[in-house]
């Protein structure tokens, strides 16, 4: 009997186990007309929809399934996609109740079985009320005219922001031990307090910059992947590398190898920040910024630390492009470049160059005519001037036929400027008598080549993949600037003089 009823005993804990795993979202949603709904969450910068309610009735919205939903900040969404409200799920809150009424969702948004969530909405309460009274201010100020009204919003600003930032502090230590409190962690702003004065007498700067970068990620956890499930972190790891980390493409490599190393191999939060590095500095907003992802494929692709994060054939692909990268970057020597300029041409397609059709043809051509055709050509060393615009382009361009005479006109100016200057404009296609008619009827005078003989390759010794592309190179042919439009040569040319002034 006793051995029964310890089986008995074993089978209701196990069936007791059972029945609480799993989730089960149960929203009541009043006036709310939505016939299904869905279940979304947050991670990094996307957003991604976990479940969906088919049935939806009278409000009554329910989410439910057999495996546990992961930690992180969720939100209902409208039949339409739009967000109703969001609310945290851990492993507590696995089964949890919410109710709200949409005629006014915030004010009537509780959770009946989750302290968390209803301090999170409490929360989201505060900080709600009083950007509205900061947008009321706004209004007040417009209204009034007031001709110190910059300065009348800057001080109600800081005034916001220092009860937000104590609100925070707070409800981080009321809700300690929970994600509500590493959330706010994550998003609270660690300014310096007693900052000393500097020898101007003013606040110390650079102690409050030091100290601010310092305890950036205070209290963040990177080894725990629910941290990428919230509005905030996404927005924090820009907020650093674009606005605190020093724009240099050095500093932020050394910046990303610490980030990374906070995080482990395998994890999500591990491989979306290495996508997103990736990505974000292959194609950047800043010129010369791509050297940073010259060293992330350096160092994370090619040692083979993306394995997982992408499949074989795209790290490949990522490598290539580093590859093709890596010799353009600002401060190496320009590649040689092996060109045809337009008088040279009837001598080159007499060789056969203009009616080969295969590979194989042209190589045999090049081969049976190379002493001949070295002689011919224009290479980009040879050309001597402090400043060189290297211009690859298309007559039949669309934003070619627009830059071009620009950089035209910006070219004799420099020339009247007595500017040592050159332009080595490449035609990147072989429609010989188009280019050669485009050249004459425009009247472009500077270095006209392009690649006759088919030994260059464009695309990958250059990175020409659209045109125009525009490199400005020293004297030395070093690059000084790449990827620019017309409106910038003047300014980089400028800088460029100043240096050699200082020499």
């Given at each position: 009997m006793k051995k029964f009823l310890r089986c008995f005993a074993f089978l209701f804990c196990l069936s007791f186990a059972q029945a609480q795993t799993g989730y089960e979202i149960k929203i009541n949603l009043k006036n709310c007309k939505d016939t299904i709904a869905y279940l979304a969450f947050y991670q990094f910068d996307k957003l991604y929809i976990s479940d969906t309610c088919k049935k939806v009735v009278n409000g009554n919205i329910v989410f439910k399934g057999k495996k546990k939903l992961d930690k992180g900040v969720y939100f209902l969404l409208s039949q339409d996609k739009g967000n109703y409200f969001d609310f945290i799920v851990d492993d507590q809150s696995q089964k949890q109740q919410i109710s709200s009424d949409k005629a006014n969702l915030l004010e009537n948004l509780k959770a009946i079985n989750s302290k968390q969530n209803e301090n999170f909405f409490n929360y989201i309460r505060f900080v709600s009320a009083k950007n509205k009274e900061f947008d009321g201010f706004k209004k007040l100020i417009k209204e009034q005219k007031k001709s110190d009204s910059t300065a009348l919003l800057t001080k109600e600003f800081k005034v916001l922001n220092e009860a937000?930032?104590?609100?925070?502090?707070?409800?981080?230590?009321?809700?300690?031990?929970?994600?509500?409190?590493?959330?706010?962690?994550?998003?609270?702003?660690?300014?310096?307090?007693?900052?000393?004065?500097?020898?101007?007498?003013?606040?110390?700067?650079?102690?409050?910059?030091?100290?601010?970068?310092?305890?950036?990620?205070?209290?963040?956890?990177?080894?725990?992947?629910?941290?990428?499930?919230?509005?905030?972190?996404?927005?924090?790891?820009?907020?650093?590398?674009?606005?605190?980390?020093?724009?240099?493409?050095?500093?932020?490599?050394?910046?990303?190898?610490?980030?990374?190393?906070?995080?482990?191999?395998?994890?999500?939060?591990?491989?979306?920040?290495?996508?997103?590095?990736?990505?974000?500095?292959?194609?950047?907003?800043?010129?010369?910024?791509?050297?940073?992802?010259?060293?992330?494929?350096?160092?994370?692709?090619?040692?083979?630390?993306?394995?997982?994060?992408?499949?074989?054939?795209?790290?490949?692909?990522?490598?290539?492009?580093?590859?093709?990268?890596?010799?353009?970057?600002?401060?190496?020597?320009?590649?040689?470049?092996?060109?045809?300029?337009?008088?040279t041409h009837d001598k080159i397609a007499k060789m056969g160059f203009d009616i080969a059709k295969t590979s194989e043809e042209i190589t045999k051509i090049y081969y049976d005519n190379k002493a001949e055709i070295e002689k011919s050509y224009t290479t980009l060393s040879s050309v001597n001037a402090d400043y060189l615009i290297l211009l690859f382009w298309d007559v039949d361009c669309g934003h070619c036929q627009k830059e071009v005479p620009k950089i035209l006109e910006l070219y004799h100016d420099l020339l009247k400027e007595k500017k040592n200057v050159q332009v080595f404009g490449v035609y990147t296609q072989n429609e010989f008598d188009k280019y050669k008619k485009y050249i004459a009827d425009n009247k472009v005078d500077w270095i006209n080549v392009y690649d006759g003989v088919h030994i260059n390759n464009l695309k990958d010794k250059y990175d020409v993949v659209t045109t125009p592309v525009i490199y400005i190179l020293d004297k030395n042919k070093v690059i000084k600037a790449k990827g620019i439009g017309s409106e910038a040569i003047r300014s980089i040319i400028t800088q460029m003089e100043k240096e050699y002034s200082k020499k």
């Open positions: 937000i930032s104590q609100n925070d502090l707070n409800a981080i230590a009321q809700n300690k031990g929970t994600y509500l409190s590493e959330m706010l962690t994550l998003k609270s702003e660690k300014v310096a307090t007693d900052v000393p004065k500097a020898s101007n007498g003013r606040p110390d700067s650079i102690y409050s910059y030091t100290y601010y970068k310092k305890h950036f990620w205070e209290g963040v956890n990177f080894q725990d992947d629910a941290m990428l499930r919230n509005p905030f972190f996404a927005n924090k790891i820009k907020q650093y590398f674009n606005t605190v980390v020093v724009q240099h493409p050095d500093s932020i490599c050394v910046e990303i190898d610490k980030i990374m190393l906070k995080t482990q191999p395998g994890t999500k939060m591990n491989m979306l920040l290495l996508a997103y590095f990736t990505s974000t500095y292959e194609i950047p907003k800043i010129m010369g910024m791509d050297k940073v992802f010259v060293y992330m494929v350096d160092n994370y692709f090619k040692t083979g630390k993306a394995k997982g994060v992408y499949d074989d054939s795209v790290i490949q692909l990522i490598i290539n492009r580093g590859n093709i990268l890596a010799p353009l970057q600002l401060g190496k020597t320009a590649p040689e470049l092996y060109m045809i300029d337009i008088p």
